[in-house]
């Protein structure tokens, strides 16, 4: 069974700019969430999709936004870049994102804004 | 959000037992405790969860005070590839994972 997939695994974007991340998650897994890790703060949580919609949202700006589509896939978008939004992205998939499911996470997209 | 805390870093020599503690003392009834690690460029992967028993799994056992308000992480024999940073989280209602700063596993051979 293959796990979580993110791509790219890379990307380096300057300021201003808006990236697409993408993230395949488990077959038959429904739940997919979004996190961002920094040196600084750790990891947080953006937000969640379950069945094509959000679900859950953390405490980031409006320019942070995501999809899910009825593949259960997900992208998540960032607009007008800062130079505070270079991370590292990684998703995570459940089967229905319930508090007692393990969450199976992807490898991460490394953004880099310049 | 409910909120744990750990120690920043751990020292375990290779092969001997480790007890990784956490506290979480604003916990709910129904708040589900699980345990991630995360080892240097890789995604965090799961260890094992659980809500009010002590657990066992192939990696680790997860031992739950009666209270609640603590547990601990046992890695009954560490080896170098269980060097990692290492998260307790509490899983409420909503699902979410709410991440602390994590204790830092380091195994010396």
């Known amino acids: 069974k293959a796990g979580v997939t993110q791509t790219p695994r890379y990307l380096i974007k300057t300021r201003g700019q808006q990236v697409t991340l993408s993230c395949s998650p488990i077959s038959g897994h429904r739940s997919v969430s979004w996190y961002q890790q920094t040196p600084g703060q750790g990891l947080q949580f953006l937000f969640e999709y379950f069945s094509e919609t959000q679900r859950n949202k953390g405490n980031f700006p409006g320019r942070f936004s995501g999809r899910q589509f009825s593949n259960s896939r997900s992208e998540m978008n960032v607009s007008t870049l800062e130079l505070g939004d270079s991370a590292l992205y990684l998703c995570a998939s459940s089967l229905g994102g319930n508090r007692f499911e393990k969450l199976f996470f992807g490898s991460g997209t490394q953004l880099s804004v310049l | 959000d ?13 092969e001997e037992p480790v007890h990784l503690p956490c506290n979480h003392s604003t916990i709910s009834g129904t708040d589900y405790i699980h345990w991630y690690r995360q080892l240097p460029s890789q995604g ?15 990696m680790a056992s997860l031992a739950i005070a009666e ?30 994972l709410i991440f602390g700063q994590g204790t ?4 010396k051979p």
Not at chain 2, 8 to 13: F, Q, T
Not at chain 2, 85 to 94: N, S
Not at chain 2, 104 to 107: G, H, I, K, R, T
């Open chain 2, 2 to 14: 409910a909120k744990t805390t750990q120690p920043n870093s751990m020292e375990s020599n290779e």
């Open chain 2, 44 to 58: 965090p992967e799961y260890v094992i969860h659980g809500l009010t028993s002590n657990v066992n799994n192939r």
């Open chain 2, 104 to 107: 830092e596993l380091s195994v």
């Open chain 2, 67 to 96: 209270d609640r308000k603590s547990s601990t992480l046992i890695l009954h024999r560490a080896t170098l590839r269980d060097a990692a940073v290492y998260y307790c989280i509490l899983r409420d209602e909503d699902g979410k």
